[in-house]
């Protein structure tokens, strides 16, 4: 998967390739694009969606706080992002040293360590979203089916 620069925060700075953001003190000086979040510090891939079963890798070194899944592509981009299934995202984050489903509320994940690899898997016609610690090849959390209604799925 490849990120997309046009929807990145401007204090998300990608890599040349696409595969890697980090987080960046110094906002960028970039156009505001539609398809930007202005103020939620997300990201998308360019690449979507709307059928199949998928499975990807990303890797969080570790990181003290951070956040992945999958968004419809409809989601908004503007103001602040709730991030929940409600809203269209489906995604799992660690603050601090606490792992977390993203829902409303929000629900522990009991890990014994923070993941360095999650594993993230998609079936679109079976509404399933799943997240996996990679290394340690255990399960860390996985929504109820949803229905995504035929719209695009961006990890």
């Known amino acids: 998967l490849t990120l997309d620069p046009d929807t990145a925060h401007p204090r998300l700075a990608l890599s040349e390739d696409g595969k890697c953001v980090r987080w960046d003190d110094a906002r960028r000086s ?5 398809k930007r979040f202005d103020s ?18 990303v ?7 951070w956040a992945l899944g999958v968004a419809k592509a409809s ?7 709730s991030v929940r299934p409600e809203r269209g995202i489906w995604a799992v984050g660690q603050c601090g040293s606490q792992c977390q489903a993203l829902t409303s509320p ?13 594993g993230v898997y998609l079936d679109y016609e079976g509404g399933r979203v ?7 090849e255990v399960p860390m959390f ?12 961006l990890p």
């Not at 970039?30 to 539609?34: A, E, G, L, V």
């Not at 929000?106 to 999650?118: C, N």
């Open 30 to 34: 970039i156009p505001d694009h539609p």
């Open 106 to 118: 929000s629900v522990p994940i009991a890990l014994p360590e923070a993941p360095e690899v999650v």
């Open 59 to 65: 890797q969080v070194c570790q990181g003290l706080a």
């Open 40 to 57: 939620s510090r997300c990201v998308l891939a360019r690449e979507g969606f709307t059928c199949g079963r998928h499975y990807w890798e």
């Open 142 to 153: 996985a929504y109820p089916t949803a229905r995504f209604g035929g719209e695009e799925l």
């Open 75 to 81: 989601v908004a981009r503007k103001g602040r992002v």
């Open 130 to 136: 799943a997240f996996f610690d990679v290394q340690r």
